[in-house]
């Protein structure tokens, strides 16, 4: 693909770099990653809990960008577009994580296994040991400003439990301060 | 941003507004995107995941045919005693005609579908794939009964019964092309739309 290889102008708006990369250009699309995937890890570290998942997850979402970009309209802006994904994108890989590990532990437990990593500092240190469901809540709600109807359909479940979720993680980190 | 009376809850509140936008994996990504980047596209399986859509849309306009057909024919029996024998034979020679014309266009709407799911790329994996053996034995019987259903009902097409059973044969060849096609897919990335 001779497409795929053209270089780049410096000058380049991110618009002429979404529709180079939906046309096949790998450099376009590089440098759609560079800016943006800190924002996709970081976003992937909270939801999910584990730097390890969170660079899986970040993969997976840059490959689903990668192959859903002819299908981006420009209805939206691409960071928007990216958010939605990434968030749908981490939710999916969740579950399917954990459909996997519920065929060895029938008895679904909130003690999971945060990352023990003792780089991150201030919220997302403590965020990290947050129980997984209080910590989804919690991080689309205070951190991504969505709404409790949102999250209560992103997750399959109830407005209440969103709440009571989100309560239960703002409870668990002021202990924690 | 309202800063409560709670200093706990002030204190939250700041590390909220202050969280980075943005944390750095601790190890290069790229990499792994970019060997990924090579396989498949996943946008090249949309059209045939709307295929057993259009398979079903056959199936429903076949049945509704097929039961208006059976229906009027079943409904007004005092039609066909008033007409004389040789409008009933004339009136029966049509209405075969008519569904060995349905019949053909069928089989041959079922042909494409089968040859579009088989010429996508991810079938190219499924041949390697271990759990494929019960599926392929499946096509391959599933195949041989609609030769043998297809035969009888060019022979007869009036009868109800081998119609269903003939399209129920078809959805379910299409469905293990589906289902094949799934085995073959890694990582896959299903189920997430915008």
Request: glycine share 4%.
């Amino acid at each position: 693909m001779t497409a795929g290889r053209l270089p780049l102008d410096d000058a380049m708006s991110e618009f002429d770099l979404v529709t180079l990369a939906s046309q096949g250009n790998r450099a376009a699309f590089k440098q759609l990653y560079l800016t943006h995937h800190k924002k996709v890890y970081a976003l992937s570290l909270r939801l999910c809990g584990q730097a390890s998942q969170a660079e899986e997850i970040t993969q997976e979402c840059f490959i689903l960008v990668w192959q859903k970009l002819p299908q981006f309209k420009g209805e939206s802006q691409f960071s928007t577009w990216l958010h939605t994904l990434c968030v749908n994108q981490a939710l999916s890989f969740m579950r399917k994580q954990k459909s996997f590990w519920a065929r060895f532990i029938p008895m679904e437990s909130d003690a999971e296994h945060p990352s023990s990593d003792e780089n991150y500092q201030g919220l997302d240190k403590l965020i990290l040991k947050l129980p997984e469901r209080a910590r989804i809540v919690f991080v689309l709600c205070a951190i991504e400003g969505y709404q409790h109807e949102e999250i209560a359909q992103l997750l399959g479940i109830a407005v209440g439990t969103s709440k009571t979720q989100y309560h239960r993680a703002k409870q668990l980190l002021q202990e924690m301060l | 941003m309202s800063l409560s009376s709670d200093p706990r809850e002030t204190t939250l509140q700041l590390l909220i507004a202050n969280a980075p936008k943005e944390l750095a994996p601790e190890q290069d990504l790229w990499q792994g995107i970019e060997k990924r980047m090579d396989k498949p596209l996943q946008f090249t399986f949309a059209p045939a995941q709307a295929r057993p859509k259009q398979g079903a849309q056959w199936a429903i306009a076949a049945t509704v045919l097929l039961a208006m057909f059976f229906g009027f024919n079943h409904l007004n029996p005092e039609k066909a005693l008033l007409s004389g024998p040789e409008q009933i034979a004339s009136q029966q020679t049509g209405d075969e005609h008519a569904l060995q014309t349905l019949l053909s266009q069928i089989a041959q709407t079922h042909q494409t579908q089968v040859a579009n799911l088989t010429q996508t790329p991810a079938t190219v994996v499924w041949q390697t794939s271990r759990f494929s053996a019960p599926l392929e034995q499946g096509l391959v019987e599933l195949r041989q009964a609609g030769e043998q259903i297809f035969q009888a009902l060019q022979a007869n097409p009036t009868d109800k019964q081998l119609w269903q059973l003939w399209l129920w044969v078809q959805q379910r060849e299409l469905d293990l092309l589906q289902q094949s096609q799934k085995l073959s897919i890694q990582n896959s990335t299903q189920g997430n739309s915008i």
